[in-house]
């Protein structure tokens, strides 16, 4: 089948978190499995830094939202056998980041993505005439009411399918109502059943309205987003859109986090050969400038965004139990000057086990996974999450809260989780991990039977070309 996905960002080119690394390998693992991909996304400054001298396919191409038009440009490239069209408008995508600055949102991110997405459906008529649009988060979530509505009568749609997959409901993109005319919508779309959203416009709803079919990324999640705690105000809709709400849980890149290659990390192990981890240990250690003599403790490592979603007012509660405990703690992630807070003085109240770096490190990132004895994901709500995958894959234990995506991968043979949302149950989940972790041949079985989990993208990849084949009839 012809697909075409529509995304904000995607791995290598332009990156802020997990969707990047979605379609930074979904498409290529459906080509590998012959399917025919093509992905449309902006070319932001990180991606003419990266490819500026991919060709133009379509020039001039002329964008009506509103009483003028928008010109872009079309870039295209040809990498894995995936193609790639670049949506190029410098006033819009020439900016040092993708969304916002230290000061917020960027105050046109409306205007900038609904021009992704008429950028898209045009080149839906001019260069790749897919059997399905398959959308991502609320960026590329005007699509589907602009193909249903907007340009109804355009026999350029007739059969072509939509399906909008949802990376994380928290968010939606809420505008106010005025930006309507902005957006080139029709007005009869500002209505509580397709994007009227208590009083404001909701481009999600508008997806999840006029789509074909919902997905979301992982089966837990696609049940937790159908109720009042998780559903962010849409539960009811989604509720009622049931039958064609699907989870499918997302795949990693073991070519990226492999232990046994990763180009990051000290020394190489696997399976069969665990002795490099113990190396990791030392290197990850040293590179947070901790003692040599935390090498026989566990090695608790936490990678995250510090926002409320992943669980830091938990970790507040017990902050200071979990640093008494035999064991040492490195902290890496950016976010809510609150929880950057918790982690400084945490690290400055116990200099010889506690470390954080505060940054966005990839090169760190993968140091952690190898080098940390347990991996931590407290999350109030995971859509899917990917480092407790990697954890799997690096042999560190996870211990998670059973939600979303951590509560599909991983089990008691596996890792630790606790599902209570509090405090007291992290640390008496934590501290049933420090009880194990003594237990060499234990704790080493936990290990093989973790990094012998597949989740690669082409188990993903399947299930994504059936509910293709599925919405094709």
Sequence with gaps: MRILMVASEAAPYAKTGG??????????????QGETVAVAMPYYRAVEQQLAA???????????????????????????GVTWYFVESPDLYDRGELYNTSAGDYP??????????????????????PDVIHCHDWQAALVAPLARRAFATDPTFFGVKLLFT???????????????ADLGLPPDLF????????????????????SDAISTVSPTYAREIQTPELGFGLDGLLRLRSRVLHGILNGVDYGEWSPETDRYIAVSYSAADLSGKRACKRDLLAEFGLPHEDLERPLLGLVSRFVPQKGFDLVGEVAERIAAEDLALVALGTGAPEYERLFRELASGHPDKVAVRLAYDNALAHKIEAGA????????????????????RYGTVPVVRATGGLDDTIDTETGF????YSGSALLETLRAALAAYPDKKRWS?????????????????????????????
């Design 373 to 392: 004895d347990i991996f931590l994901m407290p999350s109030r709500y995971e859509p899917c999450g990917l480092n407790q995958i990697y954890s799997l």
């Design 445 to 473: 079985e936990m290990m093989q039977k973790g990094m012998a989990r597949d989740h690669s993208w082409s188990a993903s990849a399947r299930e994504y070309r059936a509910l293709y084949r599925q919405l094709g009839g």
């Design 191 to 210: 209505r509580p059943d397709v994007m009227e959203f208590l009083g404001n416009l909701n481009l999600m709803k508008g997806a999840i309205a006029c």
């Design 417 to 420: 989780k606790f599902r209570e």
């Design 166 to 180: 949802i990376h994380n409901l928290g968010y939606q993109g809420i505008f106010p109502p005025a930006i309507l």
């Design 54 to 80: 991919i060709p133009r396919v379509a020039e001039s191409v002329e964008i009506w939202m509103g009483a003028f038009p928008r010109v872009v440009h079309i870039r295209q490239l040809v990498e894995r």
């Design 19 to 32: 969707l990047a690394d979605v379609i930074g390998a979904l498409p290529a693992a459906l080509a590998a």
């Design 108 to 129: 046109d991110n409306h205007i900038r993505f609904a021009v992704l997405s008429h950028a898209a459906l045009a080149v839906v008529r001019r260069l790749f005439r």
